[in-house]
């Protein structure tokens, strides 16, 4: 493995700590690597160590390559220095992606509480924007600004653009409300945006990746809790894919829920949505007056029900031939999505 810290700000003590594994050779069906970019916390006064090797530890075991970014804090966490950090990093990372053997477009971030917060931010404003994030009991709300006044509310930013985003949180952490995974969640739900979230009963601010050697086993924290690490590894793979025979597998978890962001019209849309579309509504009127009728025909409140259904479990519902289904389909994906 190959270590080099590298300095990204002198000026503001920005480092980017590199843990590079090996590929090629006696890893011959591993020619590249996914990438994840760890940002400790440390309430924007400084980094944690609690939350920087042991987590890279944690992802080298898993087969990634893992970059640590000790960001901009205390006197230069005016924001949006931590987020420049970041864009840096990022830029950095994918510019040196061949020579580290990387896949930049398998790129996650993982924060910390406010590492989680600037997490948050590199997943819904930054310029580099990661593949996928962990978001760890993260002050990504309102509640940032009480260690930083000058970061904004990321849960405000969440939109199609935003990555897949894994969350996990205690319950009763008293320093950063769960409140802060709750409404970021319901953010992406309305975005449209994958995503997997945890809410364990209790435990207590900062557990890292809850093993013995960084967190008390007698410090009031659920059992549960350590399987948050496994459980990111596996989510991973689902929205990034898994390692293959010289390649990567296909992921098994799309971006979107649905497929209402995607370039064109399909029968995973949602229902509301295609209705939306003139070519579309012609096309599926009169279908879902004729499969309607043992509902009591096609009324208002029918439609209303099944809005943010998709189309083909509509149909399924209705006991639509799965072959019928597949020939609509395709006659939708003719219809650009603009």
Same mark, same amino acid.
């Given at each position: ?14 480092? $980017? ?7 090629? %050779? ?12 760890? &940002?400790? %916390? %440390? ?30 804090? %205390?006197?230069? =966490? *005016? ?6 950090? +970041? ?18 477009? =398998? ?5 910390? !509480? ?20 962990? /978001? ?18 990321? *849960? ?13 949180? *205690?319950?009763? @952490? #008293? $320093? ?6 709750? @409404?970021?969640?319901?953010? &992406? !739900? =309305?975005?449209?945006?994958? +995503? ?39 989510? /991973?793979?689902?929205? &990034? ?5 010289? #390649? ?15 370039? *064109? ?10 209705? =939306? ?7 599926? &009127? ?11 025909? +096609? ?15 509509? /149909?399924? +519902? ?21």
């Amino acid at each position: 493995m190959k270590h080099e810290m590298l300095v990204l700000n002198e000026d503001r003590n920005v480092t $980017l700590e590199c843990y590079v594994q090996k590929v090629g %050779g006696h890893f011959s069906y591993v020619p590249k690597r996914p990438a994840i970019l760890i &940002l400790p %916390g %440390g309430g924007y006064e400084y980094c944690s160590d609690r939350e920087g090797d042991p987590v890279a530890s944690a992802y080298l075991h898993a087969g990634f390559q893992a970059f640590v970014l000790r960001y901009s804090v %205390g006197a230069h =966490k *005016t924001w949006p220095n931590p987020l420049n950090d +970041f864009d840096q990093a990022m830029e950095l990372i994918r510019s040196r992606a061949d020579e580290w053997g990387i896949y930049p477009d =398998k790129i996650a971030v993982i924060g910390f !509480s406010a590492g989680g917060h600037l997490a948050a931010a590199a997943a819904t404003m930054s310029q580099n924007r990661p593949n996928a994030a962990i /978001l760890a009991y993260p002050a990504a709300g309102s509640d940032i600004r009480n260690c930083n006044p000058t970061a904004p509310d990321t *849960t405000a930013y969440v939109d199609r653009n935003t990555c897949p985003c894994f969350l996990f949180a *205690t319950r009763t @952490d #008293e $320093l950063v409300s769960v409140d802060n995974t709750i @409404d970021f969640m319901a953010a &992406l !739900s =309305k975005a449209n945006i994958s +995503f997997e979230s945890h809410v364990y009963a209790y435990g207590p601010h900062g557990v890292s990746v809850c093993n013995s050697s960084v967190q008390a086993p007698w410090d009031g924290v659920c059992s549960r809790v350590p399987r948050w690490v496994g459980d990111s590894v596996e989510w /991973l793979k689902d929205v &990034l894919g898994d390692f293959g025979d010289g #390649e990567m597998t296909q992921p098994r978890c799309s971006r979107y829920v649905t497929a209402d962001y995607e370039s *064109t019209l399909s029968a995973g849309c949602t229902l509301g949505y295609l209705l =939306k579309n003139a070519h579309a509504r012609e096309l599926l &009127l009169p279908l879902m007056n004729q499969y309607t009728q043992m509902m009591g025909g +096609f009324s208002e409140e029918l439609l209303a029900s099944v809005q943010r259904v998709t189309l083909r479990a509509v /149909l399924r +519902f209705a006991r639509v031939p799965d072959g019928f289904i597949d020939s609509l389909d395709a006659q939708l994906k003719k219809i650009p999505n603009v």
